[in-house]
T-cell receptor
Framework: AQSVTQLGSHVSVSEGALVLLRCNYS??????LFWYVQYPNQGLQLLLK??????LVKGINGFEAEFKKSETSFHLTKPSAHMSDAAEYFC??????????????FGAGTILRVKS | NAGVTQTPKFQVLKTGQSMTLQCAQD?????MYWYRQDPGMGLRLIYY???????DKGEVPNGYNVSRLNKREFSLRLESAAPSQTSVYFC??????????????FGQGTRLTVV
């Protein structure tokens, strides 16, 4: 069964600094991987996703993530943090389509704080 | 285009009461999901429905039941609410595919308090 581990429940960076949010997954088949963002009192919004092809994936708001099969990782990065990036970020894994039951499993989340 | 609509947005229940959370999507998605969100625990899958006519348990199904009424609607029922079920509940839908996958689209959530 698939699972997701997000290292660090809270991450604090200064405005303009590099953002790095870590995600490791477990999957018995090639995974589909997602990063979502949640702003206070709102639902979840997709940042980016990896399905197949290029392992470096670019998303919205300047975020990107790299799929590393050998490390079973899908870390999220942004070169320069902005105050508006303060939110909670979730990594998620799916084991594919209908034949795998379509489960979509999330990590525990990482709260990003951006200091001025 | 409404996307995923959840009702109600807020609810307070007394211990032992029952209620149904409603979810509807207008995107013709095959799969639908119910999650609960608790501080420090992320989103935990309660039940999901891979397609119309099927439902499966997720990580935390105890105390809940679901019904996939049709392709659009997927309801979550609490038969006898307990304080441990105080949480924010999210419904989501997506079209999974073997060749490529789509992201899940989420409703705005239902904030449930059981006293």
């Amino acid at each position: 069964a698939q699972s997701v581990t997000q290292l660090g429940s809270h991450v604090s960076v200064s405005e303009g600094a590099l953002v790095l949010l870590r995600c490791n997954y477990s999957s018995s088949v090639p995974p589909y991987l997602f990063w979502y963002v949640q702003y206070p009192n709102q639902g979840l919004q997709l940042l980016l996703k990896y399905t197949t092809g290029a392992t470096l994936v670019k998303g919205i708001n300047g975020f990107e993530a790299e799929f590393k099969k050998s490390e079973t990782s899908f870390h999220l990065t942004k070169p320069s943090a902005h105050m508006s990036d303060a939110a909670e970020y979730f990594c998620a894994v799916s084991e594919g389509g209908m034949e795998y039951g379509n489960k979509l499993v999330f990590g525990a989340g990482t709260i990003l704080r951006v200091k001025s | 285009n409404a996307g995923v609509t959840q009702t109600p947005k807020f609810q307070v229940l007394k211990t032992g009461q029952s209620m149904t959370l409603q979810c509807a999507q207008d995107m013709n998605h095959n799969s639908m999901y119910w999650y609960r969100q608790d501080p420090g625990m992320g989103l935990r899958l309660i039940y999901y429905s891979a397609s119309e006519g099927t439902t499966d348990k997720g990580e935390v199904p105890n105390g809940y039941n679901v019904s996939r009424l049709n392709k659009r609607e997927f309801s979550l029922r609490l038969e006898s609410a307990a304080p441990s079920q105080t949480s924010v509940y999210f419904c989501a839908s997506r079209i999974p595919n073997t060749l490529w996958d789509t992201e899940a689209f989420f409703g705005q959530g239902t904030r449930l308090t059981v006293v």
